[in-house]
């Protein structure tokens, strides 16, 4: 159910709506499980969401560089100092699940 | 005058003259929370003990006179996306239902060091996304004007608690109007500083480049006191940046002659409510009468602004809420065979429907094939954004805008139909893109009584600017006295 999918991807942004196919997609990209109903309410209001961005297209960026970042800052360095942190107990306080003083999760290799 | 009507001025006014105590200024508080609130819902969580001891340990300062600071002994309540030690966090998620956090966010310990007093966490959209507080996983917050209203989003919950004298400040965070926006809606004032002005180390991340924390207060002296305690360069946030703090109130002064206040003509286009442009033109008549230049100028980009916003922090968002994986902290859904079953099935049953639409948007944007097309776009939409706002600098001291189109909207009239909510915040997101300072300040009430904001918007650092206009408008008006009538 979870094996990676290869859904019909259009490139260019005017035909940028989205099918149920590329829903499922971005909800394994996203690690969102999705009920078939899910999938539809998406399909119907991430399209009308994505025709609004498609908006976008209407200026010409050609050579603008981009802005990810509001406040010109380069790499900000440190020295690499040892400062107190979090003890083992104060990490896992909130664990849903803890053993040996570690987080504890599903398995996740199978047995051969 | 009961205690807690009383504005952190004057409240830090009477503690200091020994007139009251900070624990009675906090029971007061906290009674006030207790015959209000159940009609509100301002607040997930009051810490009432942690409040208590607070205000004693803040009594003791007071008594011996030294290490007082502008907030030592004040109640303040906290939105529920900045971690405080040992209170619960949730950022009003279901996801984070049993959260709590191991350690202060930066301006929690600012507040401690302060000697303030932290009343508890309050109502705000899930992971802040949204413009009402109706995406709360918990519960909805009303508008202390209107019962029927929304307070407005995501700082909902302070804004509320605020407007109704239920917290004598409050602190929120502005992704995109996140504090303005109910502000205005509620009528009190709300700052959004410049980006990397307050650290958000412990503000639990949204939009990382868009992100900042602010104070939501009674009045703009209120508001330049909370950001000179909060403000300043932090090693744990590499975005904060290292300039020193003056003291904001220095700037409350009724000077405003001569300032040049641009009005920029594409924020009183269509859609607008014409008793919201009646009210905030007024409201920049009246600073002329006070001697300020107006002049007219044009953001051209102004109409990308909520696409661009919305792709930015939508991609951020699918990033940052990647952590919620039901491992190290949170809710996880019970029974799972296997690993991936367990993160889709803990983020499906933990997240709400808003949040779940933007980190599959995100993701989207951000994915092989769409990259370019949608998040690159944006970024190149956003330095243009940014420039529109450097050329206005170069002609004007300030900008003076409305904060939204209307006045607070009815529960549940926007919340089924996502893109009518978001276009709602077409006048407060384009300074978050561009890192500038803003602030909301009451210009005024409608017909229906409802409470209307006047938005003034200054260069990157120049929150000073922002203090002596806000304020000098402020004293020749009464809407900042006004209250609700609950």
Not at chain 2, 276 to 283: E, K
Not at chain 2, 468 to 484: C, F
Request: a negative charge.
């Amino acid at each position: 159910m979870m094996t990676a999918m290869n859904p019909r991807m259009s490139t260019s942004m005017s035909e940028g709506r989205i099918n149920r196919l590329e829903i499922q997609h971005v909800a394994l990209l996203s690690r969102l499980h999705l009920t078939e109903e899910d999938i539809t309410e998406h399909t119907v209001i991430l399209n009308r969401i994505l025709e609004y961005f498609a908006k976008l297209n209407e200026l010409d960026t050609e050579g603008v560089s981009c802005t990810s970042h509001s406040i010109n800052m380069n790499n900000v360095f440190r020295e690499d100092v040892a400062t107190p942190s979090l003890t083992a107990e104060d990490a896992l306080a909130n664990a849903p699940e803890k053993e040996l003083n570690c987080f504890k999760v599903p398995q996740i290799i199978q047995e051969g | 005058m009961k205690v807690y009507e009383l504005s952190v001025k004057e409240a830090r006014d009477r503690l200091l003259q020994r007139e009251i105590s900070s624990r009675e200024l906090t029971l007061g508080v906290l009674e006030r929370i207790r015959e209000i609130d159940p009609k509100i819902h301002a607040y997930l969580e009051v810490s009432e003990e942690l409040a208590m001891e607070q205000a004693e340990e803040a009594d003791k300062r007071l008594a011996k006179g030294d290490n007082i600071s502008p907030l030592t002994g004040i109640p303040i309540a906290i939105k529920d996306n900045i971690c405080a030690k040992g209170v619960r966090t949730t950022c009003a998620s279901r996801i984070l239902e049993n959260f709590t956090p191991p350690y202060d966010a930066t301006v929690i310990s600012h507040l401690k060091q302060a000697g303030a007093v932290i009343l508890g966490k309050t109502n705000m959209d899930e992971f802040a996304m949204g413009s009402s507080t109706e995406n709360s996983g918990f519960q909805i917050t009303r508008n202390p004007w209107n019962l029927e209203r929304i307070p407005g989003g995501s700082s909902g919950g302070s804004a509320a608690a605020v407007a109704s004298d239920m917290a004598i400040c409050a602190l929120g965070s502005d992704t995109g109007g996140s504090i303005r926006q109910p502000a205005s809606y509620c009528s009190v004032v709300g700052l959004k500083p410049t980006y990397g002005r307050v650290s958000r180390y412990g503000l639990v991340a949204y939009g990382s480049s868009l992100d900042q924390i602010g104070p939501l207060t009674k009045n703009v002296i209120d508001a330049a006191i909370v950001l000179s305690a909060i403000a300043g360069h932090d090693p744990r946030d590499s975005t904060s940046v290292n300039k020193p703090v003056p003291d904001y109130t220095s700037y409350c002064r009724e000077e405003i002659e001569g300032l040049r206040i641009g009005v920029p003509r594409e924020y009183f286009a269509e859609g607008m409510d014409p008793e919201v442009a009646n009210l905030v033109h007024s409201a920049i008549r009246r600073m002329e009468e006070m001697g300020a230049e107006i002049v007219d100028i044009s953001l051209p980009h102004t109409q990308y602004a909520i696409a661009c916003y919305y792709i930015c922090a939508m991609a951020e968002a699918s990033s940052n809420l990647a952590r919620y994986d039901g491992a190290h902290y949170g809710y996880r859904a019970p029974d799972t065979d296997n690993i991936i079953e367990m993160y889709s099935k803990t983020r499906a049953q933990g997240f709400g429907a808003e949040v779940k639409r933007r980190i599959m948007l995100g993701t989207y944007a951000l994915s092989a094939g769409y990259y370019d097309a949608y998040y690159l776009k944006a970024l190149r939409v956003r330095t243009l954004i940014k420039r529109d706002f450097e050329n206005a600098f170069e002609k004007v001291d300030i900008v003076a805008t409305p904060v939204t189109p209307t006045a607070a909207f009815k529960i549940g009239e926007k919340i089924t139909d996502p893109l009518t909510m978001y276009l709602s915040d077409i006048y407060t997101i384009s300074l978050n893109l561009a890192g500038m300072c803003g602030i909301s300040i009451p210009c005024g009430f409608t017909g229906g009584s409802l409470p209307v904001g006047l938005q003034l918007i200054a260069n990157i650092f120049q929150e000073d600017i922002l203090f002596r206009a806000a304020y000098a408008y402020e004293q020749s008006t009464p809407h900042h006295k006004r209250k609700p009538d609950i």
